[in-house]
């Protein structure tokens, strides 16, 4: 099985950026715990900061892979483009947030991606790329 998981803008920054809001531990650390945990996934990893690129990584993936666990970041509430390139594609797409951002800030309530996406996942931490994970290795 192979599965991408893509990260927008400043998810570089997780274990360092607000670690009450998202947490103390590094991305790339809990990458390597779902790598060892899950043996049986091909994982593909992205992040960018930049919204074309993360348009080009879901357009490259988005026909070969068995599902996409992406956050957009803060993409997510104004990007229509990031939702025009989900639905161009025929990978599932699972939307998942690091943080509740329905209990946040109004803007952040409004995503161009969830109407595109089969699920989302918000609120649950760094728990949420792996319930993502299992959604689609049961598929």
Known sequence: MK???INGPNLNLIGRREPEIYGKETFE???QDLIDNYPQVEFSYFQSNVEGELINEIQ???FDYDGIILNPGGYTHTSVALGDAIAGI???VIEVHIS???????????SHVSGKSIGV???LGLKGYELALGWFLKG
Do not use: P, V
């Open 3 to 5: 599965i991408a998981i």
């Open 29 to 31: 650390d809990f990458l």
């Open 60 to 62: 490259k993936l988005g």
């Open 90 to 92: 025929t990978t599932k």
């Open 100 to 110: 509740n951002i329905f209990g946040r800030e109004d803007f952040r309530k409004i």
């Open 121 to 123: 996942i918000s609120g």
